[in-house]
């Protein structure tokens, strides 16, 4: 049977001047590791639910990447993680929100999946969960990185003088879907939210049909962007929704949600930045995103792998 994977690191990538080549360097190498632990599972049989969870952990662990270790800070200078995952063979799920130490907030979302007692835990009652899991709890101080104080002063600095941020100073999520060998599909989703959020803001990666959704024989979608209007257009059915409706291919749905339904969406800002991974029931793949870029990469059927920033596509070995 076909396996294919991609992988998203968030949209609103930023001119290639905002960070040194060393650092583009080190963030397309991340995703190279993410594709390749995702690539790893699917190889060697396993599920599409364990693939994605694999490939979310590494960008988790990634200072490049707004999840886990390097997450944004909200408006009082905290952590509040969030994610979710989705077996497109059983539609089952399971979501965090809120949680506050976590170090892997997607391995506490499929573990609470299994649980099956919930879909969705938030705040205190997350990461309560995932310790009684056996999962590990950090300190706050571990997932702060000195480039999330910094955009969290900036941004504190341009709502003071009424000017706009940067793509990268405010936002950024990790996600992956995947195709397995059984045939059945599945997507996580991570992220710390965006830079000085509301305290208990919960964006769209954890709600499933949002930012995170999977169905076998349609499509999986993880979602990166303005979260609540991913909320509002429920992005990740609505693509599936088009594909088993309307009888449109993945790219066909997936490009109208990104570049149609989220053009315009909002009266005062226009096009709602924002972009996704897709792939469907032939291990098709689609990276839409109507930003300066997207942190993106995949895995063709064939086993060639390929990760971007920008308009440039670069090829890696797993």
């Not at 709890?137 to 900036?154: D, S």
């Not at 830079?195 to 995170?212: E, F, L, Y």
Request: with cysteine; glycine share 12%.
């Amino acid at each position: 049977m076909t396996i294919a994977l991609a992988i998203h690191g968030g949209c609103g990538v930023l001119p290639l001047d905002s960070m040194s080549a060393e650092d583009w360097a080190e963030a397309r190498q991340d995703l190279g590791r993410s594709l390749a632990a995702g690539w790893a599972v699917l190889k060697a049989g396993g599920s599409a639910v364990d693939a994605v969870e694999a490939a979310v952990v590494v960008m988790e662990d990634s200072a490049h990447f707004n999840a886990g270790h390097g997450a944004a800070l909200n408006e009082n200078g905290e952590h509040e993680l969030d994610a979710s995952i989705m077996d497109g063979a059983t539609l089952e799920a399971g979501a965090v929100s809120a949680a506050r130490g976590i170090r892997n907030p997607v391995r506490a979302a499929h573990a609470l999946m299994k649980d099956g007692r919930a879909v969705f835990l938030t705040g205190a009652a997350a990461d309560a969960f995932a310790e009684s899991a056996g999962l590990p709890v950090m300190e706050q101080g571990y997932f702060t990185t000195a480039k999330r104080i910094e955009a969290l002063a900036a941004m504190k600095a341009h709502a003071a003088a009424g000017t706009e941020a940067t793509e990268n100073e405010k936002h950024g999520t990790v996600g992956a879907v995947a195709l397995d060998q059984a045939g059945h599909l599945a997507a996580a989703t991570s992220t710390g939210g965006y830079t000085n959020k509301p305290a208990g803001r919960v964006g769209d990666s954890p709600v499933i049909g949002a930012g995170t959704y999977a169905r076998d024989g349609v499509c999986a979608v993880s979602g990166t962007g303005k979260g609540e209007f991913f909320i509002r257009h429920v992005v990740g059915h609505e693509i599936a929704a088009r594909i088993a409706y309307l009888g449109e291919t993945l790219p066909q749905a997936a490009e109208h949600v990104v570049h149609v339904d989220l053009a315009g969406s909002s009266q005062t800002t226009g096009i709602i930045g924002a972009g996704l991974v897709a792939i469907d029931a032939t291990g098709q793949v689609s990276a839409p995103f109507n930003t300066a870029g997207m942190f993106r990469g995949w895995v063709t059927p064939e086993g060639r792998a390929f990760v971007a920033t920008h308009a440039e596509i670069h090829e890696v070995a797993l």
